[in-house]
């Protein structure tokens, strides 16, 4: 019984929290694209809450040994120049929340480049591995040898 109580009281409290952010949110301007918010970020639980993800992803970023798959929402804050050594990969930074900002890198050998800008609402499957600034999303992408792949999102279309 404590349990499903308990259970209760988190979600209620997540469904205050997204209120109270949604009341504080600008509205959008009218013709303006819609834009994702910043702290969304879904893992392999699918019952962990947002802000449990989120705290999931600050503390991969601070062991060496982080590895998993994960599916984020953020938005395309800079573009980076391509990876040019060994497989080529496209490279982008998206936040995810307000203090988590991760590096995408999109094999360009594999798949075609993704139609990104600055400013774009982004979701992204693919494989977390920690690095010293915090993080790196990688296998966005199909995987050719049938392994377990990742995709991007941008503009409503799915690139894999």
Request: aromatic content about 6%; hydrophobic content about 40%; overall charge positive.
């Amino acid at each position: 019984m404590q349990a499903k109580i308990v259970k209760a009281v988190v979600l209620l409290a997540g469904a205050g929290l997204f209120a109270v952010y949604q009341h504080f949110q600008k509205p959008a301007e009218p013709g303006a694209p819609a834009r994702a918010p910043s702290a969304q970020v879904q893992t392999a639980n699918p019952g962990a809450s947002t802000a449990q993800a989120v705290e999931q992803i600050r503390q991969a970023s601070r062991n060496p040994d982080a590895k998993f798959w994960t599916t984020i929402q953020g938005k395309v804050v800079k573009l980076l120049k391509d990876d040019r050594d060994g497989s080529q990969h496209q490279r982008f930074l998206v936040e995810i929340a307000p203090d988590i900002t991760l590096l995408v890198a999109h094999n360009i050998d594999l798949a075609p480049r993704i139609p990104v800008a600055q400013g774009d609402a982004v979701t992204i499957k693919g494989e977390y591995v920690w690095n010293n600034r915090g993080g790196v999303l990688h296998w966005t992408h199909h995987d050719p040898k049938g392994r377990k792949g990742g995709w991007v999102e941008v503009a409503g279309k799915r690139y894999e």
